[in-house]
């Protein structure tokens, strides 16, 4: 049975984003850098003014009731975020600065304890550099060889060589839900299962899907999964690593400091439980409550329907700059393969040049290697145009944008 779903009501979304009310350049914000970071509801504006008006506490360790209310607030959230994973435990939670922070953490804390030279990570040539380039320096730290996954001509996996590539040898295998260049969703079931019956660790980089489409952390099949709240309707400021309480239990703190310890002498300590133990530090508690507003948000519009939403404007979208001539579009025909990120290139113009005319008529796109180059060497491009959609974008932001798009290409060319 098919479950219909709603579909969003985008003109009332609309009126809960106070910034996109604004004009640039004198023209109405079309807003199409989602993928960059998101614009904030008005409830998650209300959530951090809020807290900070009525509840500004430190956490874990006062008695007085503003202590005890903002240690609530931000363990409901670890609480409320376990049930938008799909049901996963709060202690496999643990609260960072971004999805960086989060690969970082885990590069540190999980994977360098177990790791040696002869030992390889499997990574794949569409990362952010966010998957790059804490595995570069793990690699030198510790020997362990780095592999990647090359793409095909349509922006996808390679799966016959990811397979060749996956060895005895692979201890980790951590790749992108979705590329936030190419929109491309890669097939996350298939790859944890085969790294699992290889006895790798899988690593999921959930930035660019996690806002857009439900997942389910456990389902999916990964040991480790990371993302920011900022590219969720969240504040900049917070991300967060979930993973499987057993294999964080092992975690050695990649931080050592207040808050993450059971008892200190002046020459040794232990650590306190999970998630404590890698959460070192007052913790970013206003952030994180807004968090929580963005999460209900999110869920009272629904991911489902946020995703048939995006797929919807992506094929429309796709369909209106492939009928234009001589214009790259990369990344997989069919918009149910992707997300929606859409990269472009035309050789007549420089996308910087491109993206500072669109802002002239308050399109913002982005412009450049997206922190992907490996990614845009493989493209043969120093760089792309990018446009990335969320809940509130309509078809009148695509229409400006192509419209935009051909009076730049007849300026240029
Ligand atoms: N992984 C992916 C797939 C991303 O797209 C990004 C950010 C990150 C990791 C890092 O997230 P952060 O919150 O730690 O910075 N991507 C982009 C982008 O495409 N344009 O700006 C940021």
């Known amino acids: ?55 500004n506490s430190n956490v874990h360790r006062g008695v007085h009731t503003l202590a005890q209310e903002a ?10 975020l376990g049930r938008f994973l799909g049901g996963v435990e709060p202690r496999g939670i643990v609260f960072t600065r971004n999805t960086t922070e989060a ?18 990570i499997l990574l794949t040539e569409m990362e952010h550099h966010s998957n790059l380039v804490p595995w570069i320096q793990l690699a030198k730290r510790t020997g362990a060889r780095l ?16 397979d060749d590539l996956l060895t005895d040898r692979t201890k980790l295998v951590a790749f992108a839900h979705a590329s936030n260049v190419l929109g491309t969703i890669n097939p996350v079931e298939r790859i ?14 959930a930035a660019q899907s996690i806002p857009h489409m439900p997942v389910d952390a456990r389902e999916l099949g990964v040991d480790l999964l990371a993302a920011s709240a900022h590219k969720m309707l969240g504040p900049t400021g917070v991300g967060f690593l979930w ?17 993450m310890i059971l008892e200190v002498h002046l020459d040794r300590a232990t650590w306190a439980d999970l998630p404590q133990k890698l959460e070192a530090g007052t913790p970013n508690v206003g952030d994180v409550v807004a968090f929580g507003a963005a999460l209900n948000y999110l869920e009272a519009a ?27 579009v990369y990344g997989p025909e069919d918009p149910e393969h992707r997300s929606g990120v859409i990269s472009f290139y035309d050789e007549t113009i420089h996308p910087h ?55 730049a290409r007849s300026y240029f060319g």
């Open 302 to 328: 629904g991911l489902a329907a946020i995703r048939a939403h995006e797929v919807e404007l992506t094929g429309y979208a796709l369909e209106r700059l492939r009928s234009l001539e001589n214009l790259r």
């Open 192 to 205: 944890a299962e085969r790294a699992r019956a290889k006895g790798a660790l899988t690593l999921l980089d």
């Open 1 to 55: 049975m098919s479950v219909s779903i709603e579909r969003l009501d985008v003109r009332r979304i609309r009126s809960d984003f106070p910034i996109l009310g604004r004009e640039v350049h004198g023209h109405a914000l079309r807003y199409l850098d989602n993928a960059a970071t998101t614009q904030k509801p008005r409830a998650v504006l209300d959530a951090l003014r809020d807290y900070y008006e009525r509840h």
């Open 243 to 259: 993973g499987r309480p057993e294999l964080l239990e092992e975690a050695e703190p990649m931080l050592g400091g207040g808050e």
């Open 147 to 162: 592999r990647h996954v090359p793409i095909t001509e349509d922006g996808r996996l390679d799966l016959d060589a990811f």
């Open 71 to 80: 240690t609530e607030a931000y363990e409901g959230v670890r609480t409320r």
């Open 353 to 407: 040049d491109l993206a500072t005319m669109l802002d002239l008529r308050g399109i913002a796109i982005r412009a450049g290697h997206h922190c992907a180059q490996p990614l845009m060497r493989r493209l043969g491009v120093p760089a792309t145009s990018r446009a990335s959609f969320y809940l509130y974008n309509e078809r009148a932001d695509v229409d400006a944008l192509v419209e935009g798009l051909e009076e």
């Open 103 to 120: 690969i970082n953490l885990v590069a540190r804390s999980i994977v360098e304890p177990r790791i040696g030279s002869g030992d390889e």
